[in-house]
């Protein structure tokens, strides 16, 4: 069961894995190499280039790559990004390392999001866990991975809120909780460092982006951001203090501008608030660009005023905008970057390497025969198959369709993503071989004491999709409804697998509509009028509007993108080898017009009209307020009685307070399940208004049938107080209600107050 992250203004970052004596001695080595570098190699190491040639081929010759290998003999460059494997990473370390003056170690970057070449199912998945220790196991496999191909650094985790999932990126982040995403944030940075990072098997981490980027104004990527200082405190922070309090030590700063000014040239967020408040001392890495895009935002006028703006504000590394290596060693010569400025940046990230231990063994991340052992390893499908299973969410299952039958069924399965080994992968799968994921298709085969037959249906994509290329969906392709629906009629039970392909969310793949995609809603329906025995399996990376899915279909089940094992975790739901425990990490909408829409609201001035003829209330004449799936939802094979909350007010002072709650949960089903037991308070009345709902606590519990368990929760001033539109955090006396159950929709309550 957790607290709560606790809002501890002053947070001062443990570095992890560096005992007291050990970070005297990194600041003694840091501040003695400092003294001995030029100011251009001290530029150099706030200097990011992206992976540019064949490592292990001819030196380049001319143009880019030229000047890119000039710099790594000269030491002007700090950190590599997709540089990987043993052999490309040793390529450009050596360059670095041997041919310049200094000899200073790069810090070998990448994306690992959700597995490096093993994947486990996309983040939006993984917190639809709600289990902080398999999400910390699926960092380790991640970083265990990443280490044996020479990267010592991830650009992850990502911890945008968000509210809308028209963005395409709410499949890389917690979901639009901050209570969750700030539990998520410190499992994703204890898995990714461990507790020694200067060990060959964990990585340094990278809490993004920094901030608000998942408010997005329309969901529409990379767009504009302006949001209230309460937001900001209250739903946006959390998860980077989290962060923060668990040691990250680096930081990315975001693509938007927040409030009229760019974070990439946010002084009050980069220095103020991060490195002061919340004294963080690891370093902020920009964005890919977004120092010299602040020239688009109109924040700068050209490349040397955003290298000045940027550097200023406390934007420690430029990626890949070529500004800082421009102009950085000129603006200290001319006056208008102080040199203490470049010395603090780069005290920073040789901070880091120092602890990452890369001055120690520069090639410790580049074993060969590590990387041939861990890479792939059979425990590693194991873990993501593990986390597969616990990400899975049953939206719903009327009639107990769910669990299939083993034997004696004839099954049809139908959608192209049933027979798809790519999309599970996701977007951010760069490191994995396309193709590679067990499909439903695969693994439903293995049940083989039913007839089993597959039917494509339609496709969903046209032709050849990926990182960078844009989607084309089939939109008018029905050739192949006939065989789907021929196979449906003659069929006991029919699994359609529908829903996005693996590059339909991710970056800069936001939508206007979130229904399922081409001709899939006429398949369904088309197949519906044959054999209502539907089992409908979502693959997708982000919420959808199913609402015509819900009302026919008799069983629905979330299965996101999971990754490598995808088809197994699939499978085993299905058949019931594995009892779904999944709870959304986001709101589902019943159509785009609703968003943004999250449990976590406000009441307003007219939450309700006494009489249903009335209209002056909030409301939509023509949709319901309410989700299609709430926040928090997730079915299992069983069912869950909740029972008896009890409140204790220890100390009902609003002065360090201590309610403890405690409820009774009984397994009132046939068959042994978990449930996510979750914990939402309401402050009445406060000097800022507070949200109806806000979660402050959860607990997994195991129950067999007929078995009951007493759950007890504490609350008190780190889950009691909000911070005001000032900025402080305050613990106000009054009236509190407190909430538990299994979804934010479906709780008991009971009330206590704070005098
Ligand atoms: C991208 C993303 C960021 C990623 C970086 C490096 O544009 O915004 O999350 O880590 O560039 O790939």
Redesign the pocket.
């Known amino acids: 069961m957790f607290g709560c992250n606790t809002p501890d203004n002053n947070v001062k970052s443990s570095i992890l894995g560096t005992s007291p004596l050990m970070s005297q001695n990194i600041e003694k080595k840091v501040d003695s190499l400092l003294s001995l570098m030029t100011l251009e190699e001290k530029v150099g190491q706030m200097n990011q280039y992206n992976g540019f040639w064949d490592l292990t081929g001819p030196t380049p010759k001319d143009g880019a790559a030229a000047k890119k290998y000039e710099h790594l003999r000269k030491g002007w460059v700090g950190s590599m ?1 997709n540089v990987r494997g043993v052999k490309n990473v040793r390529a450009v370390q050596k360059i670095a390392v041997e041919e310049s003056r200094l000899g200073i170690p790069l810090i070998i970057g990448f ?1 690992v999001i959700h597995g490096y070449k093993t994947m486990s199912p996309i983040p939006l998945a993984e917190s639809a866990s709600w289990d902080m220790e398999a999400i910390q196991k699926s960092s380790e496999i991640a970083a265990l991975e990443a280490s044996a191909a020479g990267i010592n650094w991830t ?1 992850a985790p ?1 911890i945008d809120i968000s509210r809308d999932a028209r963005w395409g990126r709410v499949m890389e982040g917690a979901g639009e909780d901050p209570f969750l995403g700030a539990k998520i944030a410190e499992a994703r940075v204890k898995g990714f460092q461990g507790e020694d990072l200067s060990a060959s098997h964990t990585i340094a981490a990278c809490a ?2 920094f901030a608000g980027y998942g408010f997005s104004e329309a969901g529409k990527d990379y767009n504009t951001v302006d949001i209230g200082t309460s937001t900001l405190n209250n739903i946006v922070f959390p998860p980077f203090r989290a962060a923060t309090k668990s040691g990250v030590r680096t930081f ?1 700063n975001s ?1 938007n501008e927040l409030n009229g000014i760019p974070a990439t040239g946010n002084k009050m967020l980069q220095r103020d608030i991060l490195k002061g408040d919340w004294q963080f001392n690891g370093f902020i890495v920009s ?2 660009g977004s120092i010299k895009e602040m020239i688009n935002h109109g924040y700068t006028k050209d490349g040397s005023s955003a290298a000045e703006t940027a550097v200023n504000a406390g934007s420690d590394m430029d ?1 890949e905008s070529y500004l800082y290596i421009k102009n950085l060693s000129s603006l200290v010569k001319e006056g208008k970057v102080e040199e203490q400025v470049i010395d603090d940046a780069v005290r920073r990230i040789l901070r880091v390497k120092y602890e990452l231990g890369l001055f120690d063994d520069p090639y410790k991340y580049c074993n060969y025969d590590r990387e041939k052992e861990v890479i792939g390893s059979k425990a590693n499908h194991e873990a993501v198959l593990d986390m597969a299973k616990k990400s899975i969410v049953l939206l719903k299952n009327n009639r107990k369709l769910l669990p299939l039958k083993k034997e004696g069924q004839k099954i049809a399965l139908i959608g192209a993503l049933a027979n798809d080994k790519n999309s599970p992968l996701g977007s951010w799968r760069i490191a994995a071989d396309d193709n590679t994921a067990v499909s439903v298709f695969e693994a439903m085969q293995q049940y083989d004491k039913n007839s089993l037959v597959y039917a494509k249906g339609a496709d969903v994509s046209l032709g050849e999709t990926g990182f960078v290329t844009e989607t084309k969906i089939n939109t008018t392709d029905k050739s192949e409804f006939k065989e789907a629906i021929d196979v449906a009629k003659s069929s006991d039970v029919v699994v359609m697998v529908l829903g996005e392909i693996g590059f339909q969310s991710g ?1 800069a793949r936001s939508r206007t509509e979130l229904g399922l995609p081409g001709v899939q809603q006429e398949l369904l329906e088309e197949v519906y009028k044959v054999n209502q025995n539907i089992v409908l399996v979502l693959n997708n990376g982000r919420p959808l509007t199913i609402t015509w899915a819900d009302k026919h279909i008799p069983a629905i089940v979330e299965a996101w993108h999971l990754g490598s094992q995808s088809g197994h975790a699939i499978a085993q739901v299905l058949y019931g080898d594995y009892n779904p425990s999944g709870k959304l990490p986001m709101s589902f909408p019943r159509n785009v017009g609703q968003i943004p829409i999250y449990y976590n609201y406000k009441n307003t001035g007219r939450p309700v009209e006494p009489n249903p003829d009335i209209v002056f209330w909030s409301h939509y004449s023509d949709q319901k307020n309410t989700p299609l799936y709430a926040f928090g939802h997730g079915l299992s094979y069983t069912s869950f009685t909740y029972e008896n909350v009890i409140v204790n007010k220890v100390n009902s002072s609003s002065y360090s307070p201590e309610i403890k709650v405690s409820v009774e949960i009984t397994n009132s089903g046939d068959v042994a399940g978990k449930e996510v037991v979750q914990l939402y308070i309401r402050d009445l009345f406060a000097s800022v208004t507070r949200p109806v709902k806000e979660l402050k606590g959860f607990e997994i519990i195991s129950l067999k049938p007929g078995e009951t368990k007493t759950v007890n929760f504490e609350l008190n001033s780190e889950t009691l107080g909000f911070y005001d539109n000032n900025g402080e955090w305050l613990i106000e006396s009054g009236e509190f209600e407190v909430f538990v159950g299994g979804s934010s929709d479906n709780t008991i309550k009971s009330n206590f107050d704070l005098e």
């Open positions: 990004l994306d650009f990502m993004k982006h990315m693509f964005d890919w990626m970056e």
